[in-house]
């Protein structure tokens, strides 16, 4: 049974505050939010919303990007046939026929994923069946292989682990990856990219409804994506993104690594992104959507890219909206 409140459910007065899983959650804007004594504070944040596209810039710590333009709803509880109201944590690969699969967790099926219509990536629809059905597999990360095989990183009591498909679609776990020992902390979702010699990854510690957590990320490195060695931390008195960063997503031109993630900067809470050379020493920290969190971006021809992230979607709950990207989304 859920609780009478959950992060997402809509909620009044402004401000107000709810105890959940020893924890606490706060009214946000009209949405029930985790809260945490440096978050967003009630009565002065401005959600971007959808015709916004992530332009405004809040009164916040952090200076405001603008390169992206918001499409539209790429995924609700509608897509998958559920009441649930909550679809969550979305990764996407690109199809050898140009179109878009995305993976996301959807309550209370699990993992499942969704095809685009078209090369756009914009409008989905559900595949059938369940992705992982032998966990609860919260949290996935897709890589698509040099062979077209789509590796599937997930969480699993209290690890990061791994399945493997040859078609996207029908996949076989390949056990532990990262565990809560290797990490220093229960791990979130394991972003990774090709770097010289082998592999790069960025995750950080699990974020959990109602539970108030400094926000650590971590990178590790691994010359097959299947055995990784942690380290070092990247945020706080550790590492350069000073303010904290959770659910890291890494993108990378090949020159730089631009790593999106949720956080806090003062009345600001959303997606932030940070870039590097070196993919440990990050700066150039911008506000890219409010209110947004789980970020996830997809190359397409051209120069498109697109960013899907997780939306409070009006009479839907938690869903996944998409933005196109109108400048370079590492330095712009």
């Not at 960025?202 to 490195?221: Q, W």
């Not at 945020?235 to 959770?246: D, M, Y």
């Amino acid at each position: 049974m859920f609780a009478a409140n959950q992060p997402g459910d809509p909620c009044s007065p402004n401000g107000a505050l709810a105890d959940l899983n020893g924890g606490k959650i706060q009214c946000v804007n009209g949405v029930w939010q985790p809260y945490s004594s440096n978050g967003p504070t009630p009565g002065t944040t401005t959600p971007v919303t959808p015709a916004a596209s992530g332009a405004t810039t809040p009164a916040s710590t952090v200076k405001a990007s603008t390169i992206f333009k918001r499409v539209g709803v790429a995924l609700t509880d509608s897509t998958f046939g559920v009441s649930s109201k909550q679809v969550a944590d979305v990764t996407a690969v690109r199809l050898a026929n140009g179109r878009v699969r995305l993976y996301a967790f959807v309550s209370p099926d699990g993992i499942r994923s969704a095809t685009s219509t078209d090369a756009s990536g914009t409008s989905f629809v559900a595949d059938p069946g369940v992705r992982i059905g032998w966990a609860p597999g919260g949290q996935p990360r897709a890589y698509v292989l040099a062979d077209g095989r789509v590796r599937l990183f997930y969480l699993d009591t209290g690890a990061i682990k791994s399945a493997i498909s040859k078609d996207g679609l029908a996949f076989t776990d390949e056990g532990v990856r990262i565990s809560s020992a290797d990490a220093g902390f229960e791990p979130g979702a394991l972003s990774v990219v090709k770097v010289a010699g082998g592999y790069r990854g960025y995750f950080s510690n699990l974020e959990k409804p109602g539970v108030t957590a400094d926000r650590i990320t971590k990178t590790a490195t691994s010359p097959d994506m299947l055995t990784w060695t942690v380290g070092p931390t990247i945020t706080g008195t550790s590492g350069t993104i000073t303010g904290g960063a959770s659910h890291p997503f890494a993108y990378s031109d090949g020159k730089a690594i631009a790593l999106y993630y949720n956080g806090d900067r003062g009345s600001y809470y959303g997606t932030l992104r940070s870039s590097s050379t070196d993919g440990i020493h990050f700066a150039n920290e911008r506000a890219i959507l409010q209110m947004a969190g789980d970020p996830q971006l997809l190359a397409l021809s051209g120069k498109t890219v697109l960013l899907y992230y997780g939306f409070q979607v009006a009479g839907h709950g938690f869903g996944i909206d998409v933005a196109r990207t109108t400048g370079n989304p590492i330095s712009g």
